[in-house]
């Protein structure tokens, strides 16, 4: 970005200073999902590069700039954002999200990125034992989510949801006990329980 300056005193010639307008850095990782637009239809698109604070996604669909979209990444989760920049093959988005989402979105990039090259595994404290039957989650608004259970531990558990999956980082209760979300996948998400 150029921000062009006048000099108070005369109103002169114009100062230009460059300034990189991105304050978390981008890295290449493909990320297939879909996204809606602002009249809800749905578009899949994979990310070309991504950080916490934003993406440039190849779709064939290219919103114009300035429009809200509400993108849903593969392991990663649904994002609310807006269009910054439209572009041949896609676009620009930035991501409107609190602090303490964008350190979880931190936080599970910096997994995927590594996951591969370091030959980790899903971290999760506990063994999981497969479980079925449904389940009603309270989101912190007080709605409820309908879910399938999938599997089950002593650390958290995981589920299938009817309708749109909470992001990584929110608070649900199951049953009696509070959770936070630490995985999305589509419908799917996971819990680790809070003492």
């Not at 779709?59 to 649904?78: H, I, K, Q, T």
């Not at 964008?102 to 910096?110: E, N, P």
């Not at 936070?180 to 419908?187: D, K, N, P, S």
Request: hydrophobic share 45%; aromatic share 6%; with cysteine.
């Amino acid at each position: 970005m150029t921000i062009a300056l006048r000099t108070a005193a005369n109103n002169g010639p114009l100062l230009r200073l460059n300034k990189d307008r991105r304050l978390f850095k981008r890295v290449p990782l493909q990320l297939a999902g879909r996204f809606l637009d602002a009249t809800s239809d749905d578009h899949d698109f994979v990310t070309i590069n991504i950080s916490c604070s934003g993406a440039l996604i190849a779709s064939d669909m290219r919103p114009p700039a300035g429009a809200p979209v509400v993108c849903y990444f593969d392991d990663l989760g649904r994002v609310a954002a807006n269009v910054i920049r439209p572009m041949p093959t896609g676009f620009a988005v930035q991501f409107r999200t609190a602090e303490h989402k964008r350190d979880k979105l931190a936080d599970r990039l910096t997994w995927l990125l590594n996951k591969d090259q370091l030959g980790l595994d899903e971290e999760r404290a506990a063994p999981r034992s497969s479980a079925t039957g449904p389940a009603i989650l309270i989101l912190k608004d007080g709605r409820e989510l309908k879910c399938r259970v999938l599997d089950i531990s002593l650390s958290g558990a995981s589920f299938e949801a009817e309708g749109i999956a909470p992001m990584i980082g929110d608070i649900v209760i199951a049953g009696n006990v509070r959770g936070e979300v630490i995985r999305v996948a589509l419908t799917s998400f996971a819990i680790r329980y809070i003492r």
